[in-house]
């Protein structure tokens, strides 16, 4: 079995589970790295319904993109959605983006089509849908001039399992060839496609081609490492060419190994199941395994016309032009070494209308030595000193944004935004940690506005104990519970940030529901003071008024924790890396 329909047995799987309500199913995000994104998609072969030979390698020549569309005849959804795709096919025709059809049911009459132009291809062995990793029979993959899996998933969300609207909410599709056409990365790269499940266990797979750099492994360091490593990145090193891999091997191997590469740190799903999470980045063991197999290989770079296109990086602003950019006062001059205690900024907006955010970027001007920045809104006029020590969500104190290496910006859905009201001020927290050169670093914060007041308003609040947290000399398991008040109104949930300090050793996140039966909402068992990472819901979760949410933190005061300044200190609440907190941060809005 070749590793892409391994990945496709897998997703066949694990879609069944995927809707709360077994009766209805709607597009679920997925995790790129489930979904065999930025892969080379294979030149698989065949024989249209008009007696044409086809090939995916010859037809995508010269192609901007390419949609290759799963299909069928005989299933319901695939039939409700033939006239979007006939109607996409058209709108694109123009804009360098073909369509192939591909039907997978053997049964199927494929003549029925119809409407479609592109070329029909019955598969009825299923083969080229295995090699593809197709999943359902209203799937979509979105390659790009090279061949690169773009985006996978639904149309749109017009139609599903058990339900029907009369216009789609979200046109992934369109969006995803859209931002193809622009030459960016789709907001949204993987969702799961509602439909008639493939079962593809006995076709016949491919034989499974041996990776080289250019077929395999630079499309995977594209997806997974190059926002940070890369000339210019955040990371110490780039991995950009072949040198660079081999040059690095020894570390890069060694982070595989511990899984502390790419960064994150919440629990692994159960087998079989779909992260919860749409920004997990986690390698799929196939990824890695490929990855060490082309090491052990000697590190071949194959054919140079298997290349990736090379991506693109912003050289101004991901978000677009800002309407509004706000950055320190003056250049913070940094030392060489040692280390350096949190810096606070105040910001004023000078604001006289409330302001209604969907995008921001944090930008420092020297990222190597930039750890982390928090930017909270003060909209009280009281003095910095009487914020700094207190929990957000404190009167006149909320959070707005946060930047780590690899998480720079945000651009929130259509109809989502938050408020900046007038007269706010921005209050900048930054964490550096120098690297052997004296720098100075002058952080600024775009800001991009809706023209008006949203559908949902987005918020976020935390569950703290300031007051509780006392730990220990030497304790090297301190167990402190924050619980919130019982929620007023229903809260929808749609990321989790927990922030300790780096005495900080794990975390979790329970929902105390009004039956008070108890709901996990994440664990993170190996908590890593080094990355503030928002771990992004694939399906948000309702917390219904009376619910209280619980977040319980453990911290290491020991001499077994290296990055503990003083194991023989009594730890209490501090906006300083050698204090402590026990912050759960929670994204939500309201109906």
């Not at 006995?202 to 490593?229: E, F, G, W």
């Not at 660079?244 to 159960?270: N, R, S």
Request: aromatic share 8%; proline share 9%; with cysteine.
């Amino acid at each position: 079995m070749s590793r892409l329909s391994s990945l496709a047995l897998v997703l066949g799987l694990a879609s069944a589970a995927v809707a709360a309500d077994p009766l209805t199913e709607t597009p679920r995000p997925l995790a790129p790295n489930e979904a065999g994104i930025s892969r080379l998609a294979p030149a698989v072969t065949g024989t249209t319904v008009a007696g044409k030979p086809f090939d995916l390698a010859d037809f995508s020549k010269g192609k901007k993109a390419v949609v290759v569309a799963v299909t069928s005849t005989s299933c319901p959804l695939s039939k409700k959605y033939l006239p979007t795709l006939a109607k996409l096919e058209k709108d694109f025709a123009g804009k360098g983006v073909s369509f192939a059809f591909v039907n997978p049911v053997a049964t199927d009459k494929p003549a029925a089509a119809g409407t479609v132009s592109g070329p029909y291809l019955h598969d009825k062995t299923g083969s080229i849908c295995k090699a593809l990793g197709a999943t359902s029979t209203t799937e979509v993959i979105v390659l790009d001039a090279k061949r690169t899996v773009i985006y996978r998933g639904a149309i749109d969300d017009q139609y599903g399992l058990g339900y029907a609207k009369a216009a789609p909410t979200a046109n992934y599709l369109t969006n995803a060839l859209g931002a193809v056409l622009a030459g960016k990365v789709p907001d949204l790269r993987a969702t799961t496609a509602p439909g008639c499940a493939l079962d593809l266990s006995t076709a016949k797979a491919l034989p499974a081609v041996k990776p080289t750099y250019h077929n395999r492994i630079s499309r995977m360091v594209q997806q997974n490492c190059q926002d940070c490593h890369r000339a210019g990145g955040a990371g110490p090193f780039a991995m950009e060419s072949v040198a660079d891999l081999v040059a690095h091997k020894g570390m890069i191997k060694k982070v595989l190994a511990k899984g502390t590469m790419p960064p994150w740190f919440a629990a692994k799903p159960e087998k079989g199941a779909h992260s919860p999470f749409k920004n997990d980045p986690r390698l799929a063991d196939a990824d890695t395994a490929d990855l060490l197999a082309w090491y052990d290989a000697g590190a071949p770079e194959g054919d140079k016309t298997d290349a990736p296109l090379p991506r693109a990086y912003p050289k101004e602003w991901a978000i677009g032009k800002p309407d509004a950019v706000f950055e320190l006062p003056k250049p913070v001059p940094l030392p060489a070494t040692g280390v350096v205690p949190y810096h606070n900024y105040v910001v004023e907006t000078k604001f006289t209308e409330d302001k209604w955010l969907k995008a921001y970027e944090i930008q420092p001007s020297e990222p190597a030595v930039v750890h982390h920045v928090l930017v909270f809104l003060l909209t009280r006029p009281k003095p910095i000193f009487e914020f700094l020590d207190r929990p957000m969500g404190a009167e006149g104190l909320s959070f707005l944004a946060a930047y780590v290496p690899g998480n720079t910006h945000q651009t929130l859905p259509t109809g989502f935004a938050a408020r900046v009201p007038k007269g706010s001020r921005l209050l900048f927290q930054l964490h550096y940690t120098p690297n052997g050169t004296a720098v100075k670093d002058r952080t600024k914060m775009g800001m991009v506005f809706a023209d008006g007041p949203p559908t949902h308003e987005v918020k976020v609040s935390a569950a703290a104990s300031p007051r509780e947290l006392v730990i220990p000399p030497g304790d090297d398991n301190a167990k402190i519970v924050a619980t919130m008040p019982k929620l007023k109104e229903a809260r929808i949930v749609t990321g989790l940030s927990p922030h300790m300090h780096v005495r900080g050793k794990a975390c979790r996140y329970e929902a105390i529901l009004p039956d008070q039966s108890v709901k996990l909402l994440m664990e993170v068992p190996a908590y890593d003071f080094n990355w503030q990472l928002q771990y992004k819901l694939a399906e948000p979760i309702t917390l219904p008024a009376g619910t209280r949410l619980r977040f319980t933190a453990w911290f290491d005061n020991s001499d077994k924790n290296p990055a503990n300044p003083d194991p023989t200190k009594t730890v209490r609440w501090g906006p300083q890396t050698f204090d402590e907190m026990n912050l759960g941060y929670y994204v939500y809005y309201t109906k």
